[in-house]
């Protein structure tokens, strides 16, 4: 009998029973541990400081931060269980990053500030060197110096990272701050990804496309058929948000009729729905009109953005 975990395989019924039951114990150990302390007053990251696995677990190859470190998922029960807010009211409603960090340089000083981060990199305080560096190249995010020395920062974090995604994040956040956003080479969101998706996960991914504030008083109902599958679905944009459910509605303004891989472009990209009538891929009756509106409701994804500046 043989189990395959994220890592190497595990052979043998009894190695197979040790193996889930330490895996079960240290997900419940880390679960339960986490919400003592939260009923005790603790926040997420004053828990995630003060909990550590027992031997018997923490010692297993299997348990240890390869896919996910337990710093990290102390901090994640807090928000499946009790939400996103820490409990203090500072972190409640507090200023944008930038903004702070403009207030934090304008009262200490952007020599200072520089001066503290290279002292704590000097003396391997890496975690506070990233923290303060953090204000100054938020409030000047043109101040190279700052960015490369939070990117040494980040480096040394990322190098003693036991778990893969944490040493990614660092050096990730390092790079950008030393040579800017690099272009995305993959994409999730990849036409085989969109193709895949049945009709209604579809329109959930194109509902959250819509510009909610230009989408809040328009009023668009547009009839798709999906010819090759043989599904019929209305959707509809209304205070702001778009819906779809299956089947006709006799007062679509908009019918459009096509194979499923012309009606996904369709979906996502309606300014482009002229052109795919015009080359015979889908049909179109009614007002078309309906298809400018509907293209000017939808935003378009650049995966190329800034995380550590801002």
């Known amino acids: 009998m043989h189990y395959g975990p994220h890592t190497w395989p595990v052979w043998g019924n009894a190695s197979i029973t040790a193996f889930i039951e330490s895996q079960r114990d240290t997900y419940k150990y880390i679960h339960d541990q986490a919400l003592r302390l939260a009923n005790k007053g603790y926040t997420p990251l004053e828990a995630a400081e003060m909990i550590e696995l027992p031997d018997e677990p923490g010692r297993k190859w299997y348990n240890r931060g390869y896919h996910g470190t337990l710093h990290h998922d102390v901090r994640a029960v807090y928000t499946k269980e009790l939400g996103m807010w820490d409990g203090d009211p500072v972190s409640l409603h507090p200023p944008t990053p930038a903004e702070s960090a403009r207030r934090y340089v304008d009262l200490i000083g952007a020599d200072r500030i520089l001066a503290e981060g290279q002292r704590a990199i000097d003396d391997a305080d890496y975690r506070w060197a990233a923290e303060i560096l953090h204000k100054l190249v938020f409030a000047q995010p043109d101040n190279q110096a700052a960015r490369n020395l939070q990117a040494d920062a980040y480096e040394q974090m990322g ?111 309606p300014a482009g729905a002229a052109q795919l009538a015009q080359a015979g891929k889908i049909r179109l009756d009614g007002d078309e009109s309906a298809l400018a509106t509907f293209a000017g409701l939808m935003d378009e994804f650049d995966p190329n953005f800034n995380i550590v500046t801002p």
């Not at 660092?170 to 800017?180: D, I, N, P, V």
């Not at 019929?232 to 089947?247: E, I, S």
């Open 159 to 269: 190098y003693q990272a036991e778990g893969p995604q944490w040493r990614g994040i660092f050096l990730t956040a390092a790079k950008e701050l030393r040579k800017g956003v690099a272009p995305a080479v993959f994409a999730t969101a990849s036409p085989d990804t969109i193709m895949a998706m049945p009709i209604d996960i579809l329109f959930d991914f194109a509902a959250v496309h819509v510009i909610g504030d230009q989408a809040a008083k328009a009023d668009l109902r547009v009839y798709f058929t999906f010819t090759d599958l043989d599904e019929t679905w209305t959707t509809w944009v209304r205070r702001g948000v778009l819906n779809a459910r299956r089947g006709a509605s006799p007062d679509t303004q908009l019918t459009i009729s096509g194979p499923k891989a012309a009606l996904v472009g369709v979906v996502l990209q």
